[in-house]
């Protein structure tokens, strides 16, 4: 009995992962305007293409190609991705990192977008179900728990345990980021993909909202208000924000900041300081 159980514990995992995926991307080819680009597939977001408004970016492969994972560099574009069977919408969601599913396996597609995209992946799949790192987002219209983080890290440092936690109770989890990194003196836009990277990793699905008002440091409450004034934005603005987070989702549960910003980060003080006005209001 014991080695017919070792033989099946033993050929379990060979059946667990047969219809996983495979990641095809260094056995395709990516071509715009003819020439022949490996930016897009070699696994690093800090290498980018610029693809010109209806310029094409082909794909081909001589392995069928069932799904398709973007990661823009910036922001998403709206364009389109088509095949000799299928014309799929690119960019509607809004999210940075985007995936797509081709109802039809093909071994040649075609992308164009209807203005310039900065993209730094775009990794391809063969059939299969997907490997867990692709990150497939939803927009929910409910959550069960929403955080207000400020910056990009501190959802990973002062809420990462709540999280995993309502998520292992099947609930849902929506991140409201007060501060953006891809404007101002802080510029940074690299920390979008760590937010995202981070809150998949705890099983976050739910597509986060990124920030209103520029990322600065400051020590107190005034000064991180004087600095926010400075970039054009006040109380209100922020207040207004965190309102609208909070009727559109409508959560249970609201977490922010301690008051006095953990280690006295003003910005997180701000954070908490509107969010008080906001949930009142809201």
């Not at 980018?48 to 310029?55: A, F, N, R, S």
């Not at 209807?114 to 497939?136: L, M, R, T």
């Not at 987002?137 to 069960?144: I, N, Q, V």
């Amino acid at each position: 009995m014991k080695k017919y159980l070792l033989l099946f514990l033993l050929i379990l995992p060979i059946n667990a992962y047969a219809d996983t995926a495979v990641n095809i991307s260094k056995n395709s080819t990516y071509v715009v305007n003819s020439n022949q680009t490996t930016k897009l597939s070699d696994d690093s977001i800090k290498t980018d293409i610029t693809l010109k408004k209806d310029e094409e970016l082909k794909i081909t492969s001589d392995q069928n190609i069932s799904h398709i994972y973007i990661v823009y560099e910036i922001s998403s574009k709206n364009g389109s991705l088509t095949t000799d069977d299928e014309e799929i919408t690119l960019g509607k969601d809004g999210f940075l990192h985007e995936y797509q599913k081709l109802t039809v396996p093909t071994k040649s597609l075609s992308i164009k977008y209807d203005e310039d995209a900065k993209i730094s992946e775009i990794a391809v799949y063969g059939e299969g179900e997907v490997p867990s790192d692709v990150q497939i987002w939803k927009k929910e219209d409910k959550t069960d728990l929403m955080i207000f983080s400020t910056h990009a890290d501190d959802e990973q440092l002062f809420f990462a345990g709540v999280m995993p936690t309502y998520i292992n109770q099947g609930k849902k989890v929506h991140v409201v980021y007060l501060a953006r990194h891809d404007i101002g003196s802080y510029y940074a836009p690299n920390r979008l993909h760590e937010q995202l990277n981070g809150l998949w990793t705890l099983g976050v699905t739910d597509y986060p909202t990124f920030g209103l008002i520029p990322d600065a440091y400051s020590e107190s409450l005034k000064q991180a208000e004087s600095q926010m004034n400075a970039a054009g934005f006040t109380d209100e603005d922020v207040i207004k924000f965190d309102v609208r987070e909070e009727r559109k989702d409508s959560p249970k549960v609201i977490i922010g900041h301690d008051e006095e910003g953990e280690y006295g980060h003003g910005q997180h003080r701000l954070n908490t300081y509107t969010l008080k006005t906001a949930i009142e209001k809201a």
